[in-house]
Nanobody, 123 residues
Framework: VQLQASGGGLVQPGGSLRLSCASS????????MGWYRQTPGKERELVAS???????DYKDSVKGRFTITRDSAKNTVYLQMNSLKPEDTAVYYC??????????????????WGQGTLVTVSS
């Protein structure tokens, strides 16, 4: 699976951005997709996730401001970010979780990452 993320950039506080992440390959084994972010010196943290069934989860600090959606037909996940704050500045990474099975029927879970897109919130 290859992921191509886009949509980052420079925005003023209170502004909006929409990130996109297109996944190549078969979608049959995808169990979930998500967005993470990372700043220098800190660990990568989960921002939002969406399961194959459509259940979503958000980091507390972005609830009510960010929305994750998925277009299954296009194998694409989006992150709509509104009311952006300077503390949202980070490199954002998309992720895809897949479940494949061995010849013995044993599940094998794997995660793929996009290349990262920089979001800078500053006046």
């Amino acid at each position: 699976v290859q992921l191509q993320a886009s949509g980052g950039g420079l925005v003023q506080p209170g502004g909006s951005l929409r990130l996109s992440c297109a996944s190549s390959g078969s979608a049959s084994g995808i169990s979930g997709m998500g967005w993470y972010r990372q700043t220098p010196g800190k660990e990568r943290e989960l921002v939002a996730s969406i399961t194959k069934g459509g259940s979503v989860d958000y980091k507390d600090s972005v609830k009510g401001r960010f929305t994750i959606t998925r277009d299954s037909a296009k194998n694409t996940v989006y992150l709509q970010m509104n009311s952006l704050k300077p503390e949202d500045t980070a490199v954002y990474y998309c992720s895809v979780d897949r479940v494949d099975y061995t010849d013995l029927g044993e599940p094998v879970v794997s995660r793929s990452w996009g290349q990262g897109t920089l979001v800078t919130v500053s006046s």
